[in-house]
């Protein structure tokens, strides 16, 4: 099995990548590598038709797991021309490539609903908020429409990434440590997992003969205040900064959905996996931080 998996050097993409030990795997970003393990890589900008062309009839992979996006929600906000050249535009491009013999893995978000109830399901109608949310159905749209050999994972995770760019999870964890305020929201949920979880299960579905569209999170809904409680008791860290408010008083621009969390049963019933719950996750999330990332699934949770 081959494997292409673009934004290789990015949270998501670095952790599959790491994963993948018995396929040949090329990574694609416009960052050089940063793990333990050697990875070939293709360098350049995904936005480039000619290169993801070149790359796609290289490889030619019998897998693209394709990660790399613009996750800036505000970003988007500023410039939907951007986002939809990234999240869309760039989707079509390389599920095109690909073409459909290859396995395409789209990794898309719980920003595509409207976010007005809890644990929703495959089945529910997208109606994002934000010009990301938007991109990104777009996105999903363009895989689609190119066949059925697809797997769209609607997820939403943290972990510690490269040192590059800071995680919100690497954020929190430092802000606790060192003291420095934070709030967290005590009316916006999600249903977060830890990456290296997430990858896990990830892989078991993509060695499946399942298709189509999975929500793959934690199987717990929190606030982002009841989060931050929960990474710090996990963590042994004070909580003395942390205090809780409220989302409508932040001054964010891109207008967010307050209840993101998404119920995993399908990919629960259809794979006869669990997925873990809050503390879990955090545990593993503590224990790996001084961890390579090969290391990390060197210590199962399970
Ligand atoms: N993090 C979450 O909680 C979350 C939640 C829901 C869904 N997702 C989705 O999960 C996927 C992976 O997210 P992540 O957190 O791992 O993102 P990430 O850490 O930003 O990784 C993405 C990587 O792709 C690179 N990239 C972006 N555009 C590129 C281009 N045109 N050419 C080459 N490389 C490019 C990025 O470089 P730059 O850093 O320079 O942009 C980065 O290295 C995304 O599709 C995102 O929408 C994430």
Not at 70 to 85: G, N
Not at 107 to 118: N, V
Not at 158 to 187: I, M, N, P
Not at 200 to 213: C, F, N, Q
């Amino acid at each position: 099995m081959s494997v292409l998996i673009t934004g290789a050097s990015g949270l998501l993409g670095a952790h599959i990548a790491t994963a993948l030990v018995r396929e040949h795997v090329v990574g694609v970003d416009r960052h050089p590598w940063w793990g333990d393990k050697p990875l070939e890589m293709a360098q350049g900008d995904l936005l480039s038709e000619a290169f993801v062309t070149e790359a796609v009839c290289r490889v030619a992979p019998s897998v693209v797991i394709h990660c790399a996006a613009l996750v800036d929600v505000d970003a988007c906000e500023r410039q939907p021309e951007v986002a939809e050249a990234y999240n869309a535009r760039m989707t079509r491009t390389l599920v095109r490539a690909a073409g459909p013999e290859a396995l395409f893995i789209y990794i898309t978000t719980d920003g595509i609903f409207q976010g007005d109830r809890a644990f929703s399901t495959e089945t529910d109608e997208p109606k994002p908020r934000t010009v990301y949310g938007w991109s990104k159905l777009h996105g999903e749209q363009e895989v689609q429409a190119a066949g059925d050999n697809h797997l769209i994972i609607r997820t939403n995770f943290y972990g510690w990434s490269s040192g590059r760019k800071r995680t919100s999870a690497e954020w929190l964890y430092r802000a606790l440590a060192t003291g420095e305020a934070v709030t967290g929201f005590t009316d916006f949920h999600f249903t977060p997992i830890y990456v290296v979880d997430l990858v896990e299960r990830l892989l078991v579905l993509m060695k499946s003969p399942h298709r189509g569209i999975f929500h793959l999170c934690g199987a717990e809904r929190v606030s982002k205040y009841e989060f931050a409680v929960r990474l710090a008791a996990a963590a042994g860290l004070p909580m003395t900064s942390l205090r809780a408010g409220s989302i409508e008083s932040a001054s964010l621009l891109a207008p967010r959905p307050k209840d993101m969390s998404l119920s995993c049963d399908r990919f629960c019933k259809t794979t006869g996996l669990d997925v873990p719950n809050c503390n879990a996750g955090l545990r593993r999330f503590g224990a790996d931080r001084d961890r390579s990332l090969a290391q990390r699934f060197e210590h199962g949770a399970r």
